[in-house]
């Protein structure tokens, strides 16, 4: 079975400053796709950003980037130029087709330091 | 972009009655729809998929007779947690898929509380 894992549960970084948050993963998939996503206090989940397993290439989004090591089944979320609007929780999830169920890690709560 | 209503936003229910929880894609026809519960400083734990037109599939330790997921159409699934009991208590979350290639669309969740 596929899981995920986000081995930070707390993380915390200065306002305008870059932090990185952690996401190991294992499936025997090949191709599968990752996600990060955002849930602030409201609890809406707001998509960050998606990578495609085929794509050797990293995802970016503005101010938030991957790295995505496919041989070590890791991505990790980097977020530059932090913001208090970044306080939330992020969860790493992976599925192995697009549509198909999402797997969720455990989360990593994020603070803004003004 | 795609959107997914959830209602209610919360609910407060007796324990023993039922409770019936709407997901709806408002701008897309959902081929599949997710239930999700999340616990307080959890993550999302799916209870289900469902499918329009079949049987829902639920994950393991999930009780199908008090979790009632019916998908009737391409734009609304509903939970229906029957015979409340407290510790059902949690937040739900639903997430429509339009299909392979699209991505997921999240409700904004229900806050359920058994009293």
């Known amino acids: 079975a596929q899981t995920v894992t986000q081995s930070q549960p707390e993380m915390s970084v200065q306002e305008a400053e870059t932090v990185t948050l952690s996401c190991t993963y294992d499936?025997?998939?090949?191709?599968?796709?990752l996600f990060w996503y955002k849930q602030p206090p409201s609890r809406q989940m707001i998509l960050v950003i998606r990578?495609?397993?085929?794509?050797?290439q990293n995802a970016t989004e503005n101010r938030f980037s991957v790295n995505f090591q496919k041989a070590a089944k890791s991505f990790s979320l980097k977020i530059s130029d932090s913001q208090l609007g970044d306080a939330a929780m992020y969860f790493c999830?992976?599925?192995?087709?697009?549509?198909?169920?999402?797997?969720f890690g455990t989360g990593t709560r994020l603070t803004i330091i003004p | 972009g795609a959107v997914v209503s959830q209602h209610p936003s919360r609910v407060i229910c007796k324990s023993g009655t039922s409770v019936k929880i709407e997901c709806r894609s408002l701008?897309?026809?959902?081929?599949?729809m997710f239930w999700y519960r999340q616990f307080p400083k959890q993550s999302l734990m799916l209870m289900a998929t469902?499918?329009?037109?079949?049987?829902?599939?639920?994950e393991q330790g999930v009780e199908k007779d008090k979790f009632l997921i019916n998908h009737a159409s391409l734009t609304l699934s509903t939970l229906t947690v029957t015979s409340a009991h407290p510790e059902d208590s949690s937040f739900y979350i639903c997430?429509?898929?339009?299909?392979?290639?699209?991505?997921?669309?999240f409700g904004s969740g229900t806050r359920l509380t058994v009293v």
């Open positions: 997430s429509a898929v339009q299909g392979s290639g699209y991505g997921y669309t």
């Open positions: 499936t025997s998939e090949s191709d599968y796709y």
């Open positions: 990578q495609e397993a085929y794509k050797q």
């Open positions: 999830a992976y599925t192995r087709g697009s549509g198909e169920k999402l797997t």
């Open positions: 701008d897309f026809q959902a081929t599949t």
């Open positions: 469902s499918n329009e037109g079949s049987k829902a599939t639920y």
